[in-house]
């Protein structure tokens, strides 16, 4: 076991699945822009006592993100699990964003992803085995988030594109559709949307599945 690997290790989705996993054992490479998010993300994860590499990079730049990763490699090993949960989550209606916006949005919700997963995925896919998933949403698209409504639909896009180059390989790709604001304690609990990330990193090869919906109605009764 050579770990895990979170891009986009803030408060939320990203520190949730960090502790999901380091609660199998895993050791975690958490990635962010800033060092104060990967000190509150360590701290999250320490209780687990599995080891924890720090390391800071932006999503949108390739050498750092490269970098990064290969840091990650070099302290844990290949890893058996990346998770890219980078977004830019804004409000913003038809002609609100200027195109340089527009620009660095997709950049960081869905090139981000195509840069990690073209790093690592070759790896595993020599290896035979290991999971790149990626955190997704607006299972519907919305005007009032038309950013994040294109980036999402691009991430659902660059999940087949990418099963289609190395599935056959053993690359498990799959994307986890959160449908509402990540809170704790709501029905969007992000410890509750982390389960979806394990359950599709331990699926046997024939019941793969490419995306996993959070509709906040799990667990209702």
Partial sequence: ???????????????????????????????????????AAAKAVAPSGVPVVTLT???????ALRDALDAASGE??????????????????PGELSVRAHLDAWAVNVVGALTAA???????????????????????????????????????????????AYGASGVHVA????????????DFDPDDIAEHYWRLHTQPRHQWEHQALHSGLEGRR
Avoid at 175 to 186: E, I, L, N, R, Y
């Fill in 57 to 63: 990079a932006d999503s949108t730049d390739e050498t």
């Fill in 175 to 186: 994307s986890v559709t959160v449908a509402g604001p990540v809170a704790p304690g709501t």
């Fill in 118 to 164: 073209a790093h690592v995925a070759p790896v595993m896919a020599r290896r035979g085995g290991g999971s790149f998933l990626i955190t997704g949403g607006m299972p519907e698209p919305e005007v009032e988030y038309v950013s994040l409504s294109l980036g999402k639909a691009g991430v659902r896009t660059l999940v087949t594109l990418l099963d289609q």
């Fill in 1 to 39: 076991m050579s770990g895990a690997v979170v891009i986009g290790a803030g408060p939320g989705i990203g520190q949730a699945v960090a502790r999901r996993f380091a609660r199998e054992g895993f050791p975690i490479a958490l990635i962010a822009r800033s060092d104060r998010t990967l000190e």
């Fill in 76 to 93: 844990l090993g290949p890893p058996d699990a990346v998770v890219y949960n980078a977004a830019i989550i804004q409000a913003d209606a």
